[in-house]
């Protein structure tokens, strides 16, 4: 229980890896105190995770999800933000190295922070990791989206069934509440959009949305009541439920099913595990099967008491064994109470344990449909559930735009099952039109009078 | 004037190549008519490029100015949308190639509309070119914006002022409306919403946004009082004009002018000139310097009875020295005209000619700024000209759901000076974040009792 150093006789400095819930919770906690806080993330912005799927179903735009970590502390003057990419963590010399500019920056602190979250987890089936879907990223959203409305595309010029069949068939696997989410989405994005709009004479397409799950019951932390709901919400929307299936391989054109069954489909999405962030291996303790790190009732990392480690990176040992979910609640508790303990510290006084408030479950399977489990006690399904999870997430989005934007979206998107952000919007490949415009091939010419060349509207 | 040859016995097939405001327009007036129409795009959707510059300066989301070409033509049984990129024109065969899913498809037609609009314009300048962005596509918009926001992010990394400065000094080059805007736009963002939140440990950021015109005058096309008004509210903006001034060459480090000057910028914006879609060399007609399609009046392609060009591609050759503007309101126009030719045409009718009915030219400069010369008559500047822009690019928006987010948006930002479409969000490199997982260092390992890899929320 050392004070923190204060190395260059100044203001002691706290690093926080990571501008998740778990981050952002702690320097929330941290403005305006007597410290100085350097937040670094690899991204500008804040990602509000729980509706990634929205916007991999085009109903939301990447913006209304994402939101700049500067504009957040625009008037904490003690709160510093630094986009960049940590190489090390050097927890000796108490020094982070992060990649920015190309440029290696060694920065000092006195307390760290690290709450770099969780990744996909595809448990050892590398084909099936290069072909499926992740759903943790804002980009992966992105990808998963343009994936999407492009097999619809091909498959519109497409006059052989069997290829359209893979085009148009999507497959979820995992059955978690971010399996469910997005499972229910699809199907509307598919039945309710793209189905009207892929008539023609190519024939009509027949989408089909599919959800795998390895075990025998959807949503696994719920009570069977609401398990069961879950299952007859999503079969009542259309989608196909396959229970007690783990998955085999996934190579791209099908999915192959431990039992035997292949489904031909060129859309798997991944939502059937997340592992922590590969940053936890930086700090140098051994790590969790699942790669988290270890970290004592109070959140410091055994052996490193300077290091604390929250959210879905880290893993509470306080003996009686309770295990805290990987969700969001969670992190911005942790973030919250490492930002205190290392206060407490400072002014000398006792590190305070960590105690999960649980405020309870939910899901939303599609317009009315959903599952709540509110402070584990309330049981709620279908409407209401819907209507609790609607309230709840407008409530909790972050900045006020934002709240606006997407209320503005959703409200448009169920009164006219419309889906104005289904566009393919890519720029991978060519950095400017430019680098396309120099293949032009040769022209001949003729001169007219006169001709502007001037772009004029 | 020969009627059309109906291949197959069935309907007359007229093949648009292009979703721009031309082939829109021209497809919307096909509509419901006796041919049926394949409408052939790059992309899923239309953009509307008057508020690029808006994507580009993060104060729009793609989705609002972009609106998926499927859904505008939901109800029209005979118009048929498809996504790919034209190889090849073989108007002898009546036939066009078209590369999607990887495969060449040849589709026939018993007229054609190229309407495949224009690129920008660099003049022979290759090293310009590679460095400079373009703004005429929606993922330019966005490339524009990520490294505008990433230029921000590094300076605040650095303590070298030559650094700061070529990080901070965003320069538009060509003072036509888009220049204008863009510049207006761009000292918007970075002077009003950037500089407040990259304050702290590394001193203050100084943005500059400077526009080089060639010319010794803006806005060539509108009368010198407006000239006059639209140079003085840049600079009461904030934005330093330079008249009179031809880039040399622009190379990613600094740009230099004809003029010796050199100006220390990483972001060179080139909003000089466009020439015609390189598609136009597909139809073999001998072409005007600027890539243009020599059209008849009534917008035939001359030698190709069969083959109308509208919009940015075209070159009307009416004999009187007319020329029209590469703007939005002629593509409409003439999208519209040849649509209706080609149903004369049909109908043994003869064709007619192009009048272009001018409502006037407008431009946005920034908040309460800007200048309208209405029907070429009435001269609007300043807080006026700046409402009328508004109202009218409200009204003109696709799309009911488009026009209320857009609402919110310029509002909010109105208000607020905020600017909440400001992420960098970049998905060229890593086609999902498993490529990169897979990179992770090695990890020791320890279990703990249980652990729950299942993501839960």
């Known amino acids: 229980m050392t004070p923190l150093k204060t190395s260059t006789g100044r203001r002691p400095v706290v690093l926080i890896i990571g501008a998740g819930f778990g981050g952002l919770f702690a320097a929330r906690s941290l403005a305006g105190t007597a410290v100085d806080v350097i937040l670094i993330d690899r991204h500008n912005y804040?990602?509000?995770?729980?509706?990634?799927?929205?916007v991999a179903t085009a109903g939301l735009d990447p913006s209304h999800?994402?939101?700049?970590v500067r504009a957040i502390f625009r008037r904490d003057k003690n709160v510093r933000f630094l986009m960049g990419e940590v190489e090390a963590i050097d927890t000796a010399a108490r020094e982070v190295t992060v990649r920015a500019n190309g440029d290696a920056h060694r920065l000092q602190y006195d307390a760290l922070i690290a709450a770099a979250g969780s990744v996909t987890h595809y448990f050892g089936l590398e084909q099936t990791a290069r072909h499926a879907f992740g759903l943790k990223e804002l980009s992966e959203a992105v990808i998963l989206r343009n994936h999407i409305l492009k097999q619809f595309e091909q498959a519109a010029w497409s006059d052989d069934p069997a290829y359209r069949e893979a085009s148009t068939t999507l497959v979820v696997v995992g059955g978690g509440p971010t399996g469910i989410e997005t499972a229910g989405a699809l199907l509307e994005l598919s039945r309710h959009?793209?189905?009207?709009?892929?008539?023609?004479a190519t024939g009509s397409l027949r989408p089909r949305v599919i959800l795998v799950e390895a075990s025998d019951r959807l949503l696994a932390s719920y009570?069977?009541?609401?398990?069961?709901?879950?299952?007859?919400q999503l079969q009542s929307l259309g989608?196909?439920?396959?229970l007690g299936e783990p998955v085999e391989q996934a190579d791209g054109e099908r999915l192959l099913l431990k039992g035997g069954q292949i489904i031909p489909t060129r859309t798997v999405i991944w939502s059937a595990g997340v592992r922590a962030s590969p940053l936890a291996a930086m700090l140098g303790v051994p790590l969790t099967p699942a790669g988290r790190v270890p970290v004592r009732p109070t959140l410091e990392v055994a052996g490193l008491p300077d290091v604390y480690a929250v959210g879905d990176m880290a893993y509470v040992q306080d003996g009686q064994g309770d295990r805290y979910p990987m969700n969001i609640p969670v992190a911005e508790q942790q973030g919250t109470l490492a930002a205190r303990n290392i206060l407490r510290r400072l002014a000398s006084r006792p590190q305070e344990s960590f105690r999960y408030h649980d405020r309870g479950i939910m899901a939303?399977?599609?317009?009315?449909?959903?599952?709540a489990w509110l402070y584990n006690?309330?049981?709620l399904s279908g409407y209401p559930a819907w209507l609790t999870w609607l309230v709840m997430h407008l409530l909790w989005l972050m900045g006020f735009r934002n709240r606006i934007s997407v209320l503005v979206n959703w409200v448009w998107n169920y009164l006219t099952y419309d889906r104005s952000a289904r566009i393919i919007l890519e720029h991978g490949?060519?950095?400017?039109?430019a680098e396309h415009d120099a293949l032009l091939p040769p022209e001949r010419t003729v001169a007219p009078e006169h001709e502007l060349e001037i772009a004029r509207r």
């Open 46 to 54: 804040h990602t509000f995770t729980p509706l990634l799927y929205q």
């Open 65 to 68: 999800i994402a939101y700049p």
């Open 193 to 200: 959009v793209l189905q009207n709009e892929f008539t023609g």
């Open 223 to 232: 009570p069977v009541r609401l398990q069961e709901a879950a299952r007859r």
């Open 239 to 242: 989608v196909e439920v396959i």
């Open 364 to 371: 939303t399977i599609g317009r009315q449909r959903a599952v």
């Open 377 to 379: 006690r309330v049981p």
């Open 429 to 433: 490949g060519l950095r400017r039109r």
